[in-house]
Nanobody, 124 residues
Framework: QVQLVESGGGLVQAGGSLRVSCAAS????????MGWFRQAPGKEREFVAA????????RYADSVEGRFAISRDNAKNTVYLQMNSLKPEGTSVYYC?????????????????WGQGTQVTVSS
C-alpha cells in the first residue's frame, strides 16, 4: 500500500522560506506523478505544484509561480516543495499526492494517494 508522509512544516515569518518534504513508501516512486496541494481553514483544497515522473515537466499555480519550486529525488522516494517569499495567505495544511500516470495534473480528483498533511503557518 502506498504511504505518503509529509514533513518540514512550521511557523515562518512573511517573506521567509520553508521546504516541505514528502516521503513515499510501498510503491515504485518513479512510476508516480507527484503533486502538492494546500487547504486553508474554511476553504477548498487547491493545487500548488506538480512534477512528472522524470521531473521534466512541472506545473505551478499562478499564485506561487516564481516563488515555489517542486523537485523530486527518485533514489530517495521523496518529493520536495521549496517555498520562498512566503505570504500570510500561504497559511495552510500542505498535502502531497501521488498519481499513477505519466501526465501531470492540477486536479485533486485525479490523484490516487494522499499524505496526512503538514501545517505551514506564515505570520505577518
Amino acid at each position: 500500500q502506498v504511504q505518503l508522509v509529509e514533513s518540514g512544516g512550521g511557523l515562518v515569518q512573511a517573506g521567509g522560506s520553508l521546504r516541505v518534504s514528502c516521503a513515499a513508501s510501498g510503491c515504485t516512486f518513479s512510476s508516480y506523478t507527484m503533486g502538492w496541494f494546500r487547504q486553508a481553514p474554511g476553504k477548498e483544497r487547491e493545487f500548488v505544484a506538480a512534477i512528472s515522473r522524470s521531473a521534466i515537466s512541472k506545473r505551478y499555480a499562478d499564485s506561487v509561480e516564481g516563488r515555489f519550486a517542486i523537485s523530486r529525488d527518485n533514489a530517495k522516494n521523496t518529493v520536495y516543495l521549496q517555498m520562498n517569499s512566503l505570504k500570510p495567505e500561504g497559511t495552510s495544511v500542505y498535502y502531497c499526492a501521488a498519481r499513477r500516470s505519466v501526465l501531470v495534473s492540477t486536479a485533486d480528483g485525479e490523484y490516487d494517494y494522499w499524505g496526512q498533511g503538514t501545517q505551514v503557518t506564515v505570520s505577518s
